[in-house]
């Protein structure tokens, strides 16, 4: 017997910002655009092309006679191209299997700029600083960017820590760099702390059921009662964006139909989109820090099931039902949207499963109205959004609303009712027709 813990393989991303002079930065968004506008091109083939001349190797053909034939198409870089065709092809996969709506145009300005590198040994990393790196992209060069995190580059790497990839996305704030990182790390000892009942509350943001709730010191509310859009923001952020928004609109006033904005319009509109992304950076990194600390804290996490693209959607309703209410609901739904449960979950995910611990989905239905104490759920109980008092005259336990859903949720996962298997230590996806070992 060896003394030596099991491995176990970790792929995650590492996101970097990059250091670009302007001159960079034009070749590339210009990339970025050439990448658009091949996925664009790649739709209308597709589309227009008889189901049974489709195929990928008929794809990468049209794309290659595309290089050659237009020269604007030829400053993406040709592995970039056929990332672009590898991402379209998984993009109707997701469709099929009823993952995704069918693929559609990119827009110029609504689709995020992206380029990929699909291959690692194309970046040559090198640590250069304390705080920089250099890494080499494809028709830009050496670039400088922010090392935050150690990487297995140089003599570190081999043939199970290495760099797979990367993506340069851009925001508001400038083109970064998310590389794909491969390790192999001892596998954790399983997790002998606490359960946890989590829930995603409108005004506790993450209320835990043993009452230790997790907060950002930013209402979620304004004074009159709806929802803060904007609370990543300070007082002066606000105002500036307050501003903003305004000459965006006094601007946009002078431009006639099918009239291209103005390069006026345009920078205010990236001034605002800058501070927005300000205030998501701030959002993720409070989650990042709140995540680590309940990984670290607990073995067994519970969350609800949610489906907030459903809940968001159907406040609005459709065209021919109109949804009643939509604009309170809308608040409300703003406020989960902005508190990112999603994000919240996926991170929650990965991050017990490298501590050793668990975590469980348990169905959502009537945890907010149920009473915790009683398992009774009376009309009206639910007194306002923060406070619920349960109506059952031998109860009568009163407390924080989201306090109760998170109770109650850590109750459904000790009673058996779990809705999805354990998605942090060990996801095995199986082969669709092969059988399980112990039906033998
Ligand atoms: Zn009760």
Redesign the pocket.
């Known amino acids: 017997m060896t003394t030596e813990r099991a491995e176990v393989k970790r792929q995650f991303g590492h996101r970097a910002r990059l250091a670009l002079t302007p001159a960079q930065a034009r070749l590339m968004d210009g990339q970025a655009h050439a990448a658009r506008t091949m996925w664009n091109c790649l739709h209308d083939w597709w589309t227009m092309l008889p189901k049974g001349k489709r195929s990928l190797a008929a794809a990468d053909a049209a794309i290659r006679q595309a290089r050659q034939e237009i020269d604007w198409l030829g400053v993406l870089p040709a592995q970039a191209g056929q990332a672009v065709l590898k991402t379209y092809v998984q993009a109707w996969r997701n469709c099929w299997e009823g993952r995704a709506d069918a693929p559609n145009f990119k827009a110029r300005l609504r689709t995020v700029m992206s380029v990929d590198i699909p291959q690692g040994r194309d970046l040559n990393i090198a640590r250069v600083h304390r705080r920089w790196g250099m890494v080499n992209i494809p028709k830009v060069g050496r670039v400088r960017f922010r090392w935050t995190k150690d990487l297995p580059v140089g003599k570190l790497a081999n043939r199970e820590n290495r760099i797979t990839g990367a993506r340069l996305v851009k925001d508001g704030l400038g083109w970064h760099i998310a590389f794909r990182v491969q390790t192999l790390e001892s596998k954790p000892e399983p997790h002998t702390g606490p359960e946890i009942g989590i829930d995603a509350g409108v005004n506790l943001p993450l209320a835990l059921s043993d009452g230790n709730h997790q907060g950002h010191g930013r209402p979620a509310r304004l004074p009159d009662g709806t929802a803060d859009r904007d609370k990543w923001l300070n007082p002066d952020e606000k105002a500036k964006l307050l501003r903003l928004e305004q000459r965006a609109a006094h601007r946009k006033s002078f431009r006639k139909p099918k009239e291209r904005s103005s390069n006026r319009l345009n920078r205010t509109y990236d001034q605002s989109k800058q501070l927005r992304a300000k205030a998501t950076r701030r959002a993720v990194d409070w989650q990042h820090q709140t995540t680590t600390n309940l990984a670290r804290t607990y073995g067994t996490v519970v969350v609800e099931q949610l489906n907030i693209t459903n809940m968001v959607k159907s406040a609005k309703g459709t065209i021919e039902e109109p949804g009643t209410n939509v604009a309170q609901k809308s608040g409300l739904n703003r406020s989960i949207s902005q508190e990112a449960w999603g994000r919240t979950v996926t991170m929650l995910t990965y991050k017990t499963g490298r501590c050793g611990g668990t975590l469980h989905k348990v169905p959502a239905p009537g945890t907010s109205l149920r009473?915790?104490?009683?398992?009774?759920t009376?009309a009206g109980?639910r007194e306002d959004q923060a406070t619920f008092v349960?109506?059952?005259p031998?109860?009568?336990?009163f407390g924080n609303a989201d306090w109760n859903a998170a109770r109650n949720i850590l109750h459904l996962y000790r009673i058996g009712l779990v809705a999805i298997p354990a998605a942090g230590r060990a996801v095995v996806r199986r082969a669709r027709r092969a059988k399980p070992a112990t039906a033998r």
Request: glycine content about 14%.
């Open positions: 009473c915790s104490a009683c398992g009774l009376t109980s349960c109506k059952n031998d109860c009568g336990w």
